[in-house]
């Protein structure tokens, strides 16, 4: 059980049996008056965001989460599997559970998945992810229009800005985190 | 942290205080920081040693003073205020108070008009030679000069509340509607006193002659961020006994167990003349001629650097 005066940015509360991350804190007490607590949340299950205050005698239960280390096998449809390579155990997450991260997910990824009372509800992915360029313009020698970058797609199927350089057929490693370019790999 | 250069600002800053309060005919006095018993307030926690409190402010024994015959007095010290934690807020930390006779809260508004004007003279260097006395905060200028605004906190309600004073006090609401719709307004282009407080807001002030719902009680805010707090003083012990009891019986409805009735400073209330006093927040005031943005880079450690 957590009180009001637990709170601080990064803790995971729960409220009417969600899981939430306070994301922004602030304490305050005008003129000798009842302490506020005052939090931006973000639901841990859905991604909403709001602000919300709470007072001293405020309480909140832990929310009972846990992570475990799992690779990810394949996708079907909008279905994903793991695999913990420990016991072999699978689960299945479903495209809203991944998110964003569907963009930088590849087969036999070593991924962390968060559990919320031993449910799937998110994915950890490495910092940076290895990926080949399936679609680029080509890079037009003496092109002086100026441009630092150009748009290219990835084989996930996610599209984003890269040096003029970086040509079809190439693998890059992406920033899983910002989903910026880092550098071109030798293959 | 505050670190060299930062210290002997700070340093620059007591020292201004001082002699502020001196050229005035301020007697600076010391009193004790343990008592058996605090003044009783529903929302503010004191902390427990040894079987007495540290104090939450030195108020009751600086009344004390008055009522056994001083005029001026000030007092810099250390207060304590359990749970009290943020970035304008630390558990522990230095007050200033200052109380006069025969004066009331409006005394103590120009007294705080004057002694920032002081501060500016005696800190502001080069920027204080010609030109308007100003603060420069986050890169905005707050002009010093006099009248400061004065606003009521019915007026405040009513041009920026989202919510109506009485409708706040109704619904437990006026500590919220107070932070998040109207402190960032008060203290911009200069310094603001909100003043006449909800009489259920003034534990230990007066009430207005000519209108008893509000107490003579005002806060000094400066870029949204409230530096003193300040009022005539409630001078009848029944009244004030009363008072203590209903604050009190909010602290149990807390779930905290209140400290003693202070008896002693009841007994002396009979002989205090009518008087004023405020308590300033010298952390908050150094953050602001310091121009930084957090408590914890105005003090030499936080509890967390302990």
């Known amino acids: ?187 | 942290m505050l670190r060299p250069d930062g210290l002997k600002k700070r340093d620059a800053v007591l020292r201004a205080l001082r002699q502020f309060f001196h050229s005035q005919g301020y007697l600076e006095v010391e009193t004790p920081i343990r008592l058996p018993a605090p003044a009783p307030e529903a929302h503010i926690e004191p902390v427990r040693t040894d079987g007495w409190f540290l104090q939450t402010s030195p108020e009751l024994c600086m009344k004390r003073l008055l009522a056994a015959g001083c005029d001026k007095i000030f007092q810099i010290c250390r207060c304590w205020r359990r749970g009290e934690r943020g970035s304008r807020h630390l558990p522990e930390f230095t007050m200033l108070e200052w109380y006069r006779t025969h004066s009331d809260y409006r005394d103590l508004m120009a007294d705080c008009e004057e002694l920032f004007l002081h501060l500016a003279a005696a800190l502001g260097g080069e920027r204080a030679v010609g030109g308007p006395p100003a603060l420069t905060v986050d890169g905005r200028v707050i002009s010093l000069t006099r009248p400061w605004e004065r606003i009521t906190v019915a007026e405040a309600f009513h041009r920026w509340g989202q919510v109506s004073l009485r409708t706040a006090l109704a619904d437990n609401l006026f500590e919220e509607v107070l932070c998040r719709d109207i402190e960032p307004h008060l203290g911009q282009a200069g310094p603001a006193l909100l003043y006449d407080y909800p009489a259920a807001l003034g534990a230990l002030a007066r009430l207005k002659a000519d209108d008893p719902q509000v107490a003579e009680r005002f806060e000094l805010y400066i870029n949204g961020i409230e530096i003193a707090n300040g009022f005539s003083e409630l001078t009848e012990p029944v009244a004030q006994r009363r008072r203590f009891v209903a604050e009190m019986e909010t602290v149990r409805s807390l779930g905290r167990q209140p400290g003693p009735m202070p008896e002693p400073f009841l007994a002396d209330l009979a002989r205090l003349p009518p008087a004023a006093g405020i308590a300033l927040g010298v952390d908050r005031l150094v953050m602001l001629l310091l121009d930084v943005r957090t408590i914890d880079e105005a003090v030499s450690f936080t509890p967390e650097e302990l």
Do not use: C
């Open chain 1, 1 to 187: 059980m957590f009180t009001a005066s637990d709170l601080r940015k990064g803790l995971k509360i729960q409220i009417d049996g969600d899981p939430y991350l306070v994301v922004d804190f602030q304490f305050a007490k005008p003129g000798k008056g009842q302490a506020l607590y005052r939090t931006k949340l973000r639901n841990m299950l859905n991604g909403n965001q709001f602000e919300r205050t709470f007072r001293s005698n405020d309480k909140f239960d832990r929310p009972a989460l846990a992570e475990r280390h799992m690779q990810f096998l394949y996708s079907q449809a909008d279905e994903f599997h793991f695999m913990d390579l420990n016991n072999y155990e699978q689960i299945v997450m479903n495209r809203e559970q991944v998110g964003d991260d569907v963009n930088f997910l590849i087969d036999n990824m070593e991924v962390d998945v968060l559990l919320f009372n031993d449910r799937p509800i998110g994915l950890t992915l490495p910092n940076s992810v290895n990926l080949n360029v399936t679609k680029a313009d080509p890079w037009m020698k003496g092109d002086t229009s100026g441009s630092d970058t150009k748009p290219v797609t990835v084989q996930t199927g996610y599209v984003l800005q890269v040096p003029p350089f970086v040509e079809e057929g190439e693998l890059i490693q992406i920033d899983t985190r910002t989903g910026a370019y880092i550098t071109r790999v030798k293959k």
